[in-house]
């Protein structure tokens, strides 16, 4: 079994930023694609951005091109969300996801999931 943890989040004012990571610690497992989903009250969880291992290939929501960066550390097997220009609409639960077993990468076709960290954006 592995465990994903993730750190980062917190509360910002709006036009902040905030960098989330998504960690694998005493695993040697390397997935093949690692994600960051989210979650707001009353709301479906959705694929924020996603990161492909080989090649390091991106790709991400409409809702946060230009202002989110995935990233990733293969020698860490770590993953980073880099949060910019935050706004009262990024509130949520922050879950970082890897080993995606589907064909989307913005469904919940993952292997693992991490705890969540919860990200509060105030206007």
């Known amino acids: 079994q592995v465990q994903l943890v993730e750190s980062g989040g917190g509360s910002v004012q709006a036009g902040g930023s905030l960098r989330l990571s998504c960690a694998a610690p005493?695993?040697?497992?390397?997935?093949?694609?690692w994600a960051w989903f989210r979650q707001a009250p009353g709301k479906e969880r959705v694929g924020v951005a996603a990161?492909?291992?080989?090649?390091?290939?991106?790709d991400y929501a409409d809702s946060v091109k230009g202002r989110f960066t995935i990233s990733q550390d293969n020698a860490k097997n770590t993953v980073y969300l880099q949060m910019n220009s935050l706004n009262a609409e990024d509130t949520a639960m922050y879950y970082c996801?890897?080993?995606?077993?589907?064909?989307?990468?913005?469904?919940?076709?993952?292997?693992?999931w991490g705890q969540g960290t919860q990200v509060t954006v105030s206007s």
């Open positions: 996801a890897a080993g995606l077993y589907g064909g989307y990468w913005w469904r919940d076709d993952y292997n693992y």
């Open positions: 005493g695993t040697t497992y390397r997935a093949n694609c």
């Open positions: 990161i492909y291992t080989a090649g390091g290939s991106t």
